[in-house]
C-alpha cells in the first residue's frame, strides 16, 4: 500500500458498555493487545473512579470521554478532579468558548503532583454524528462543516489544548491550519463492510492512518464484532496497510 501511511495513529478502543462487569470482559479478551481505552458517559456514570483506578493498576492508557460544557469555574474544579484520577487525556467541549477551556488548562495545571505525566487536554469540535444539514439547520451554524469545525480548534488551540476530536476527513485542513503537533483523536472509523450505525463522517481506518491522525477512536465495530481480538488485530493490519 501506500508509503505515506504514519505508523504513529494509535488505536483507542471505545468501551462502550452499561456496566463494569462487559466492560472487564472484553478487556481481559483484548489484553495480549494492551490497547488504549476510552471511557465515556455510559460506562463512568455507572462505575465512577473506581475503574479507572482498576484499570490504571493495570497500566492501561485511558482517555476519559466525559465532554465537559459549564462554566469555566465548574470545568476548572472538575478537571482537577480528572487529573486527579490520573487519566491520560480527557476532553471538554468547544462550543463552552475560550475561557471555559482556559478553565480546564488551569485546573489540570493546579491539580499536577510532582512527577505526574499531564494528561492531553481536548477539544471536541461537532460531533461526527453531525451532518451538514443537522448542523446549518438544527443547532443553527451557518456555513460549511469543515469551516465550522477548524473555527473550534483555532479557539482549543488558542486556550492552550492539546488538539481536539474531529472526523478523520477535517484532519488536514486542521494539520494544515494549526500544525502537525496539534492533535486529532477521530471516531467516526469504519472498518470496510462494518455498519456505520449514526455516525455520518466516517472513514476506514486505514483512510484515517494515512490522513494521519495520531489517535483514531473505534467502538462498535470491535466491541461488537463476533471476534473482537480478531477485528482488533485485523484493524491493526489494515492501519499498516497489508491486504484483508
Ligand atoms: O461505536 P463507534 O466507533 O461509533 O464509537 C465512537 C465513540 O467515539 C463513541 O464512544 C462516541 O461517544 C465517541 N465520540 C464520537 N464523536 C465525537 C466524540 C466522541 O463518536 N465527536
Given at each position: 500500500?501506500?508509503?505515506?501511511?504514519?505508523?504513529?495513529?494509535?488505536?483507542?478502543?471505545?468501551?462502550?458498555?452499561?456496566?463494569?462487569?462487559?466492560?472487564?470482559?472484553?478487556?481481559?479478551?483484548?489484553?495480549?493487545?494492551?490497547?488504549?481505552?476510552?471511557?465515556?458517559?455510559?460506562?463512568?456514570?455507572?462505575?465512577?473512579?473506581?475503574?479507572?483506578?482498576?484499570?490504571?493498576?493495570?497500566?492501561?492508557?485511558?482517555?476519559?470521554?466525559?465532554?465537559?460544557?459549564?462554566?469555566?469555574?465548574?470545568?476548572?474544579?472538575?478537571?482537577?478532579?480528572?487529573?486527579?484520577?490520573?487519566?491520560d487525556m480527557f476532553n471538554v467541549h468547544c462550543a463552552g468558548g475560550i475561557k471555559m477551556m482556559q478553565?480546564?488548562?488551569?485546573?489540570?495545571?493546579?491539580?499536577?503532583?510532582?512527577?505526574?505525566?499531564?494528561?492531553?487536554?481536548?477539544?471536541?469540535?461537532?460531533?461526527?454524528?453531525?451532518?451538514?444539514?443537522?448542523?446549518?439547520?438544527?443547532?443553527?451554524?451557518?456555513?460549511?462543516?469543515?469551516?465550522?469545525?477548524?473555527?473550534?480548534?483555532?479557539?482549543?488551540?488558542?486556550?492552550?489544548?492539546?488538539?481536539?476530536?474531529?472526523?478523520?476527513?477535517?484532519?488536514?485542513?486542521?494539520?494544515?491550519?494549526?500544525?502537525?503537533?496539534?492533535?486529532?483523536?477521530?471516531?467516526?472509523?469504519?472498518?470496510?463492510?462494518?455498519?456505520?450505525?449514526?455516525?455520518?463522517?466516517?472513514?476506514?481506518?486505514?483512510?484515517?492512518?494515512?490522513?494521519?491522525?495520531?489517535?483514531?477512536?473505534?467502538?462498535?465495530?470491535?466491541?461488537?464484532?463476533?471476534?473482537?481480538?480478531?477485528?482488533?488485530?485485523?484493524?491493526?493490519?489494515?492501519?499498516?496497510?497489508?491486504?484483508?
Amino acid at each position: 500500500m501506500e508509503s505515506n501511511i504514519k505508523s504513529r495513529s494509535t488505536v483507542i478502543v471505545a468501551l462502550d458498555f452499561p456496566n463494569e462487569q462487559k466492560a472487564l470482559q472484553l478487556v481481559d479478551i483484548l489484553e495480549p493487545y494492551h490497547p488504549y481505552l476510552k471511557i465515556g458517559m455510559e460506562l463512568y456514570y455507572q462505575t465512577g473512579p473506581q475503574l479507572i483506578y482498576k484499570l490504571k493498576e493495570r497500566g492501561f492508557s485511558i482517555f476519559l470521554d466525559l465532554k465537559l460544557h459549564d462554566i469555566p469555574n465548574t470545568v476548572k474544579g472538575a478537571a482537577q478532579s480528572l487529573t486527579r484520577l490520573g487519566v491520560d487525556m480527557f476532553n471538554v467541549h468547544c462550543a463552552g468558548g475560550i475561557k471555559m477551556m482556559q478553565g480546564a488548562v488551569e485546573g489540570i495545571e493546579q491539580a499536577l503532583i510532582p512527577g505526574q505525566k499531564k494528561p492531553l487536554l481536548i477539544g471536541v469540535t461537532q460531533l461526527t454524528s453531525t451532518s451538514q444539514e443537522t448542523l446549518n439547520q438544527e443547532i443553527g451554524i451557518s456555513g460549511q462543516m469543515e469551516q465550522a469545525v477548524l473555527h473550534y480548534a483555532n479557539l482549543a488551540q488558542k486556550s492552550g489544548l492539546d488538539g481536539v476530536v474531529c472526523s478523520p476527513l477535517e484532519i488536514t485542513l486542521i494539520k494544515e491550519s494549526l500544525g502537525q503537533g496539534f492533535l486529532t483523536i477521530t471516531p467516526g472509523i469504519r472498518p470496510k463492510e462494518t455498519a456505520l450505525d449514526d455516525q455520518t463522517r466516517v472513514t476506514t481506518p486505514q483512510e484515517a492512518a494515512q490522513l494521519g491522525t495520531d489517535y483514531m477512536v473505534i467502538g462498535r465495530a470491535i466491541t461488537k464484532a463476533a471476534d473482537p481480538a480478531q477485528m482488533y488485530a485485523e484493524i491493526l493490519k489494515q492501519i499498516e496497510g497489508e491486504s484483508r
